[in-house]
């Protein structure tokens, strides 16, 4: 069995997430050979006669394009790993500013920048935006999270690697959140800076914007029961990615509204940095911005000029 983990418009940090599962590595290995790592090993290009191809990160320029369709080629399964390579994940914020901005920004606006404008001429073009790998290739399987989390990946690894099937949780962090509704009272909408949550109640009853309803589990609601609201990294719940007529904006709206009486056009109003705090893993997916009442074309339009 070869095993290639490759990086594409992403922070590396899923990559380390297989390294952290530590010890186990080591049974991996016995099973499995990792031919091709970027970021664990000093190998330039993915060999042919992968079995299993790891893709992390998005597509955002013609190099991440180049080298997802030369996986495609050479390997038997691709496997979207992470949220940046399920829905665009934080690369897709990218598409909150223009290509021209982003260049400038990156090669010029950095501390690290060279000191006397010098850019490297050997840069790969951005693509007018961001995609998925889904949205560009065949892809065998997804594996959400910003990054995946250890204990779903001590489950799901072993079991590619072994060709077995697995059965896996399908409901949305609520669904693993062990927190109860409490009173919801004068209702306003608070910044995640603003008091210290109570520890037993909603966070979403309480006034913080938590995405659970509309997010995919498997992360054991790890953020609202270190009292931190969810914000979305495991990508949209399947009722989301299922119905057309369904989004993260419109269904959080309409989860607001019911919990606390209020119309929905005011729940509107309390909302804030839409971008940044309903698509910040799913602005770069093609799926998600087809929706009929996605807010995601708007939003690129209105920052992107
Ligand atoms: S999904 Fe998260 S951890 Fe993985 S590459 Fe993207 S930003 Fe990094
Ligand atoms: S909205 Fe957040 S805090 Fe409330 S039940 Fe769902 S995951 Fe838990
Ligand atoms: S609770 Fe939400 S933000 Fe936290 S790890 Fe799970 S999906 Fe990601």
Redesign the pocket.
């Known amino acids: 069995m070869k095993i290639a983990i490759e990086e594409l418009a992403?922070?590396?940090?899923?990559t380390i997430?297989v390294l952290d599962l530590h010890e186990m590595i080591l049974d991996l290995v016995e099973k499995a050979d990792i031919v091709y790592s970027p970021v664990i090993m000093d190998v330039k290009e993915p060999p042919e006669g992968i079995d299993i191809a790891f893709v992390?990160?998005a597509i955002r320029n013609t190099e991440n394009q180049e080298r997802l369709n030369l996986l495609r080629k050479r390997a038997k399964k691709i496997v979207a790993f992470?949220?940046?390579?399920c829905y665009g994940?934080?690369?897709g914020l990218s598409m909150l500013s223009s290509n021209a901005e982003l260049f400038d920004y990156v090669y010029r606006g950095v501390e690290t920048a060279h000191p006397d404008g010098t850019v490297p001429k050997d840069v790969p073009p951005f693509l007018y935006r961001a995609f998925a790998v889904g949205d560009m290739t065949k892809i065998d399987y997804y594996i959400t999270?910003?990054?995946p989390k250890e204990a779903l990946l001590k489950q799901i690894i072993p079991a590619l690697i072994a060709g077995d099937t697995l059965e896996l949780s399908r409901k949305s962090v609520c669904a693993e959140c062990d927190r109860t509704m409490g009173p919801v009272e004068n209702w306003s909408m608070k910044r995640r800076y603003e008091g210290i949550p109570d520890r037993e109640h909603c966070l979403l009853g309480q006034g913080y914007l938590c995405l659970g309803s509309v997010t995919f589990g498997r992360c054991a609601a790890a953020c609202p029961k270190n009292n931190v609201p969810c914000h979305g990294?495991n990508g949209p719940s399947l009722d989301i990615l299922r119905e057309p007529c369904r989004d993260i904006y419109n269904m959080m709206v309409r989860r607001i509204s019911d919990l606390t009486d209020k119309p929905q056009k005011e729940v509107e109003k309390e909302l804030y940095d839409v971008a940044h705090t309903m698509y910040a893993f799913t602005i770069g997916s093609l799926i998600m911005e087809d929706k009929e009442n996605s807010k995601i074309r708007d939003l690129i339009k209105e920052r992107s000029g």
């Open positions: 992403g922070c590396s940090g899923c997430a992390t990160g992470g949220t940046c390579a994940g934080v690369s999270g910003c990054p990294c």
